[in-house]
């Protein structure tokens, strides 16, 4: 975690000068940039060079051979070492800095001993006194982010200062009108860059009184920074840099030194603390003891050196960083996969879910969506609560004295959600039996919880643990240790011992049925108590990947078979009948050239004569036959070319035929074929969902076409239940009615 960082220094400056107060680790030192294989120095280039041997003669060959041997050992060109290595790095800038005169830098004292100069004097390539002044700027560039690189070192942090009286005071808080409820701001508190666990705000807009303020003795500056060692371009991702020295900065740099300011303008803690470290430096520089035996005795006499220590360790760790900065607790870590951000996608392993979903976005909030990995807090989603330290118990919150009654009333929600959280129970479960908002009281404490490491989102578990698990690809503690905590937490002789479990779990999901951890581990309902608790235990441990029932949608090769004979006697039906209508439309059309001769549709009211009668009648024969050829012509030509369309494509009409332009391939494959996304169905698609319902009970027909949108593959059988609000009962009775046309699979959510 944090493979960057190379240490944490705290300097200061006064009128006195600059001056490295503490650092840790006692010799931080950077890794080297590259490594490659020195050759063997007893041969020549000839015997390394294969290509150079095949393009010269044998003569040239032996005639180089004869040559010395290459010192590759100072050969300049081969031997890479880092920028300045050789040389002090502050001896590039002035040696006259004003400022107070280190015990190592004067003649006076011996260093006869066990140590030498350097250990106090130097780090990583600098002097101490140069390094403290570097990294403590001017007034005008205090009170905001600092960042600086300087050849492969790069130092973040967040300089403060007094002001021109040598006074430390708070500065004007700046307020922001938000819209959150109560019990969000205060469950996010903690979880601000600009605010730490005791509601500690930034060091300009300190949440105190602006009249506070304390009197400087010397202190002007202090500065505590992370040294970080820059990454090589070539393994950084672009764009990725900023952000992982964004998050060491609002994590740890700035969080940290809000406390610091604040407890410094509250009581000059920051000035005693480094009077105290300076005088023993001193003390311990003078007498030659090493800079080891300084930094244990600073341990004892200081809150702050131990505080450093402990928060580059649990960096290192990628654990939660528990210290106390004058009598005030304090919690600080950084998300867990921080480091990935340094490396290219192509080297990550996939995750088995998908953080960068919009909708876990919108839960976990943007201070917690790079990092984490976290998976979606959904309703359907459950918490589970991790071991917490007897002095973390939350009911420790009602037994000490509160200011106000809304503390009070908070920590009682707190424990009446610790008491009610399981994880047969889901989120929206929770949120009913305590009649809370889900939204507005429920997620809240669950990323105050996740974030403070005391629990994690995990999926339901069956009460009865008929829930299917499988195995992660690694183990996060290797499998010895982890059998050997697993035999101290369960005796019982019916449990079997860790290995047998895993290997039973892993052979357990090649069975074509009975995959679930009931059936394949516990197989005894008296058993279920006790083994509940060994899945609590797995879970706590990351050893079991919950697998959840995914369903699609086939349309099978005889439901297109019927639905394509039904549209083929469907459109010739239309046919015949437009047919018939054509017919008597001509029928009605001479009817009324009959009656009007004259052709100006009207009836005309003059009779006609015996030989008009007849010429006027053969006419009209010889003119009705050959329309009625013509027309019969055109109608079955028409007629036959739309049964070929529709019979090609299975389209009824020039506007299906628009709307289902993506449907010709389906419609001439007559073989089964997948539904992708019944909930955006095409017009075929729809027509095949419809065809699945004939012949079976309507109360089943509508409860399908009411859930078959969820059935992606996409979406869990958890998911499915909450979002159609039926029970799992009724979910089984569906897969029943319509197995053949469904696929269903066992899937991590």
């Given at each position: ?53 095949a ?15 290459h ?6 060109d ?95 808080e ?65 764009g ?25 303008v ?67 870590q ?18 088995f ?42 009911h ?51 990323r105050?919880?996740v ?48 290995p ?25 309902k008296?058993?279920?108590p ?14 079991l ?11 099978t ?16 039906t ?9 017919k ?34 053969r ?11 013509i ?14 369309v ?22 001439n ?73 469904l ?7």
């Amino acid at each position: 975690m944090a493979e960057t960082l190379l240490a944490i220094v705290l300097a200061t400056t006064s009128a006195n000068g600059s001056n490295l107060v503490f650092r840790w680790p006692e010799f931080p030192m950077a890794p080297p940039r590259l490594s490659r294989a020195r050759p063997d120095e007893s041969l020549s280039l000839s015997r390394l060079d294969n290509p150079w041997r095949a393009s010269h003669s044998q003569e040239e060959i032996e005639k180089a051979e004869a040559l010395p041997p290459h010192d590759y050992a100072h050969d300049p060109d081969y031997c890479w070492q880092r920028p300045n290595a050789l040389r002090d790095r502050s001896l590039s800038f002035t040696n006259s800095l004003p400022g107070r005169n280190s015990p190592s830098r004067d003649r006076s004292y011996s260093f006869d001993k066990v140590t030498k100069p350097d250990e106090y004097d130097h780090v990583l390539g600098y002097s101490a006194e140069f390094l403290a002044t570097l990294l403590c700027p001017q007034s005008s560039m205090c009170h905001q982010k600092f960042e600086l690189i300087v050849d492969d070192l790069a130092f973040i942090g967040h300089p403060v200062c007094a002001d021109a009286d040598g006074g430390w005071r708070f500065k004007p808080e700046k307020v922001k009108v938000g819209s959150r409820s109560r019990e969000e701001r205060t469950f996010e508190n903690s979880t601000s860059p600009h605010a730490d666990d005791t509601g500690t705000k930034s060091p300009e807009n300190a949440a105190q009184d602006s009249t506070s303020t304390s009197k400087s003795k010397w202190l002007h500056t202090f500065h505590l920074a992370l040294v970080l060692d820059l990454p090589d371009p070539s393994s950084s991702a672009s764009g990725n840099l900023t952000k992982y020295f964004n998050t060491l900065y609002e994590q740890i740099a700035f969080t940290l030194t809000a406390v610091l300011y604040q407890e410094q303008v509250l009581s000059n803690f920051v000035e005693n603390e480094c009077d105290t470290l300076i005088a023993l430096k001193d003390s311990c520089a003078s007498k030659g003891e090493p800079f080891s035996k300084f930094a244990s005795q600073a341990f004892e006499v200081s809150s702050i050196a131990p505080a450093m220590k402990t928060i580059f360790e649990a960096i290192k760790s990628s654990s939660m960083a528990y210290v106390t900065i004058n009598y005030l607790p304090l919690e600080l870590q950084l998300p867990p996969y921080l480091d990935t951000l340094l490396h290219n996608q192509d080297d990550q392993e996939a995750d088995f879910v998908d953080p960068s979903d919009d909708d876990s976005t919108l839960t976990w909030g943007e201070h917690m969506n790079l990092g984490w990995k976290l998976p979606t807090m959904a309703p359907w989603k459950t918490l589970l609560l991790l071991d917490i330290d007897n002095d973390m118990d939350p009911h420790m919150a009602l037994r000490g004295p509160h200011e106000n009654a809304d503390d009070r009333t908070l920590a009682e929600g707190l424990i009446r959600f610790l008491e009610t959280a399981s994880v047969t129970l889901s989120l929206s479960e929770m949120a009913n039996l305590l009649d809370w908002d889900l939204e507005v009281q429920v997620y809240p404490i669950v990323r105050w919880l996740v974030l403070h490491r005391r629990a994690k989102v995990v999926d339901v578990v069956h009460p009865g643990l008929k829930t299917a698990f499988a195995l992660p690809p690694k183990f996060n503690t290797p499998l010895s240790q982890l059998s050997a905590h697993f035999r101290e937490a369960f005796t019982h002789p019916a449990i079997p011992s860790l290995p047998e479990i895993l290997a039973t779990i892993s052979t357990s999901m090649t069975k074509q049925t009975d995959s679930h951890f009931f059936a394949s581990v516990v197989k005894s309902k008296e058993f279920i108590p006790m083994y509940h608790d060994v899945v609590l235990w797995m879970l706590k441990r990351d050893m079991l990947i919950t697998l959840h029932l995914r369903i699609r949608v086939v349309a099978t090769r005889e439901l297109k078979l019927r639905v394509k004979a039904q549209r083929e006697l469907k459109a010739s039906t239309k046919s015949a009948g437009r047919s018939e209508r054509q017919k008597n439309q001509r029928q009605g059309a001479d009817y009324d050239e009959i009656i009007s001769p004259n052709g100006t549709g009207r009836k005309s009211s003059f009779l006609l004569s015996p030989r008009g009668a007849n010429q006027f009648a053969r006419r009209f024969s010889s003119k009705e036959s050959r329309r009625s050829e013509i027309s019969e012509l055109n109608f079955e030509s028409e007629g036959a070319a739309m049964l070929r369309v529709e019979e090609e494509t299975g389209y009824s009409s020039d506007s299906d035929r628009q709307v289902d332009e993506d449907d010709t391939s389906l419609a001439n494959a007559e073989q089964p074929s997948m539904i992708n996304d019944p909930g955006k169905a095409t017009p075929l698609e729809r027509r095949w969902l419809s065809a699945m319902s004939e012949g079976k009970d309507p109360a089943i027909a509508r409860r399908f076409e009411l859930i078959n949108q969820y059935f992606d593959g996409k979406r869990s059988d958890d998911e499915i239940l909450y979002r159609a609000d039926i029970s799992r009962k009724q979910l089984r009775e569906v897969l029943h009615h319509y197995e053949e046309y469904l696929q269903t699979f066992l899937h991590p959510s």
